[in-house]
């Protein structure tokens, strides 16, 4: 079983940047597919971003391509995610969660995955 602890997260102006990891412990993070999901107050849990177990496909929420980028570093049982140019809507509780091998139907939906971390605040003022 694996056990995934993120962090980084804290608080940044809008405009700033934060990067989030996702380590693993337990066992190796190698041949599983990782996601990232938020929840902000009131929310429900959405997609941010995927990456497959091979680190050859990686997948966005539409709307933060090109601010998100989402990658992996299996040597260092780490997944990240590199947030740029934040914005206040960007607030929420960022979890990571991973499945071994390849998700079944989607790597958007929450459901696909057998292993949540804690979460990490982030919170971008205005």
């Known amino acids: 079983q694996v056990q995934l602890v993120e962090s980084g997260g804290g608080l940044v102006q809008a405009g700033g940047s934060l990067r989030l990891s996702c380590a693993a412990s337990g066992r190796t993070f190698v041949g599983y597919g990782v996601g990232w999901f938020r929840q902000a107050p009131g929310k429900e849990r959405e997609f941010v971003a995927a990456?497959?177990?091979?680190?050859?496909?990686?997948y966005y929420k539409d709307s933060l391509k090109g601010r998100f980028t989402i990658s992996r570093d299996d040597a260092k049982n780490t997944v990240y995610l590199q947030m740029n140019s934040l914005e206040p809507e960007d607030t929420a509780v960022y979890y990571c969660a991973a499945e071994p091998g390849s998700w079944r139907k989607s790597p958007l939906d929450q459901y696909e995955y057998t292993y949540w971390g804690q979460g990490t605040q982030v919170t971008v003022s205005s």
């Open positions: 990456i497959s177990w091979s680190g050859s496909n990686t």
